[in-house]
């Protein structure tokens, strides 16, 4: 098998159009899973791309938004869980999970740095960016992403 040619996979860039504007700053291979299966709902490109417009508006600068995790399958909410541990035992990982596929691509795990200096945007300036355009956002994890989902559109 060709490597380099397998490597290329889901190295697709995604087309939003965001407020009268066409924006394509994410690729499909940054949604993917382990196995590189990939889930994008096409609401959840338009609000993260409206993410990025506002925080690079804020910075002045060049803003990367960094997608850590997007769809999951059963099996990988479970290896998830083996290691961080289900909410209703303590843990951080919900059974009903938005980030399920069974849910259309709703869901992402982020956080976002300045191109220039290579410095994180704060965990909570980035959940209060991400609040204006996703149902639900989830600010305090203790690794400093942020979750945002859109579970109202559901
Ligand atoms: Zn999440």
Redesign the pocket.
């Known amino acids: 098998m060709d490597q380099r040619f397998l490597a290329r996979r889901n190295d697709i860039r995604l087309l939003a159009s965001v407020d009268g504007e066409e924006a394509a700053h994410f690729r499909l291979r940054e949604f993917v899973n382990a196995d590189g299966l990939a889930m994008v709902h096409p609401e959840l490109l338009i609000a993260l791309e409206r993410v990025r417009r506002d925080l690079n508006a804020m910075a002045g600068e060049t803003v990367w938004v960094i997608i850590k ?1 997007a769809v999951r399958t059963n099996a990988d909410l479970a290896k998830l869980a083996a290691r961080l541990g289900w909410t209703d035992e303590g843990g951080v990982v919900s059974r009903d999970s938005m ?1 399920l596929a069974k849910y259309g691509g709703i ?1 992402v ?1 982020l956080i976002a740095m300045i191109a220039s200096g290579k410095h994180r945007v704060p965990q909570s300036t980035l959940g209060e960016v991400c609040r204006r355009y996703f149902d639900y956002v989830k600010d305090d994890y203790r690794d400093g992403h942020v ?1 945002a989902d859109l579970r109202g559109h559901l």
Do not use: G
């Open positions: 995790d980030h869901a795990d979750h």
